[in-house]
């Protein structure tokens, strides 16, 4: 498939697992986003391992969005139910613009492998002119739902950034 999107992937990659900042576990979800992310020909600019606490994350996310230097954020971890799960809460609080479509075409393509995917709370949306995904937490889980979303990170990513030509099919 010819690419007509040619503007760079710069992603930055959070991991959101009390345990791994802790360095208690190793964080194989977040090593599988930076992998699948330059495999596609993106950079990684940053990666890290945070604890799953509000102000944290709010202060990454923002920075990093903000900084100019990054157009895509894929977090890893705490979408579920348990009570220090908060990652799509704290991505909408600092979110100008949901972008629906990957969260649900991930949800769609999990409830293939299984019923569990329901309990997903993971959102995707826009800050600025950065794309913000949530991915599970499971390294199986993260592979599936970046085979999913990859064909359109591309424009997505162009869009967002301020690409203004036709969007229309071709």
Partial sequence: ME?????????????????????????????????????????????????????????????????GRINLILTTGGTG???????PEVTLS????????FAEAMRLKSLEVTPHAMLSRAVSVLRKRTLIINLPGSPKAVRECLEVIAPALPHAVSKACGDTSDCARK
């Fill in 94 to 101: 600092i979110s100008d613009r949901e972008v629906p479509g």
């Fill in 3 to 67: 690419r007509d999107d040619k503007t760079e992937i710069r992603a930055a990659v959070i991991t959101l697992s009390d345990k791994g900042a802790k360095g208690e576990r190793e964080d194989l979800s977040g090593k599988a986003i930076v992998d699948f992310i330059e495999g596609m020909g993106g950079v990684v600019v940053s990666y890290d391992i945070i604890p799953d606490e509000v102000d944290t994350l709010r202060k990454f996310l923002i920075d990093k969005a903000d900084s």
């Fill in 81 to 87: 139910l348990s009570p220090r799960d908060i990652t």
